[in-house]
């Protein structure tokens, strides 16, 4: 059984471009939420995706906006690059039907280097 | 809003003696509370969680955390530290009525030989 896989590993980036991530969900899972990691911090909630919209949102700005497929794969898109947008973003899928547990199964993170 | 410290950012100990990492939450209501490992290179890991029933959660790898109300802490424990339990990690609270995480700043944790 697969778990959580994302991809790429590692991205290159300059200021002002755009980037897409991407996550596919553990087998069985239904919810996708994105995390941002920076250095030496613990992650932040970006946002959380269910039936193909977004269900809940962190406190990150417009630029940063996703998508989930019927497949439950989701997408992370960021535009209009900054320095500080350099992190390791992480995907992490759970159940909704099983959110009394609130347990989130998480990928190896993608690492942005914005440059 | 749901928060958690965590009370020290490096733990050393060595190999065979005990671990303690401390965490204190902040909570209007009974929390949901996580442990969470991150090894280099890897993704996080699900050590244990407490979701309002035994106080004292059992987890993988020999962890165990006892919810405390009164002191508003759940501190991670491990009676004989290994090599390989050096990493970082983070208290986690969820969201009342969701699943949003809300983790700790961390603590990394070296073993020496």
């Known amino acids: 059984d697969a778990g959580v896989t994302q991809s790429p590993t590692h991205l290159i980036k300059t200021r002002g471009q755009q980037v897409t991530l991407r996550c596919s969900p553990k087998?069985?899972?239904?919810?996708v939420s994105w995390y941002q990691q920076a250095l030496g911090q613990g992650p932040q909630f970006i946002f959380q995706?269910?039936?193909?919209?977004?269900?809940q949102r962190g406190n990150f700005p417009d630029r940063f906006s996703g998508h989930q497929f019927p497949n439950y794969s989701s997408e992370l898109n960021v535009n209009a690059l900054l320095l500080g947008d350099s992190a390791l973003y992480l995907c992490a899928s759970s159940n909704l039907g099983l959110a009394a547990t609130y347990e989130q199964y998480f990928g190896p993170g993608t690492r942005l280097t914005v440059t | 809003a749901q928060s958690v410290t965590q009370l020290d950012s490096h733990v050393s100990v060595s190999e065979g003696t005990p671990v303690l990492l401390r965490c204190n939450y902040s909570?209007?209501?009974?929390?949901?509370l996580f442990w969470y490992v991150q090894h280099p290179n890897k993704g996080l890991q699900l050590l244990l969680k407490?979701?309002?029933?035994?106080?004292l959660v059992k987890g993988i790898n020999g962890f165990e955390a006892e919810f405390k109300k009164s002191e508003t802490s759940f501190h991670l424990t491990k009676p004989s530290a290994h090599m390989s339990d050096a990493a970082e990690y983070f208290c986690?609270?969820?969201?009342?009525?969701?699943?949003?995480?809300?983790f700790g700043t961390g603590t990394r944790l070296q073993v020496f030989p």
């Open positions: 909570s209007s209501y009974s929390p949901s």
């Open positions: 995706y269910y039936e193909e919209e977004e269900r």
């Open positions: 407490y979701t309002s029933a035994a106080t």
């Open positions: 087998s069985g899972h239904d919810t």
């Open positions: 986690v609270v969820s969201e009342r009525n969701t699943d949003k995480l809300i």
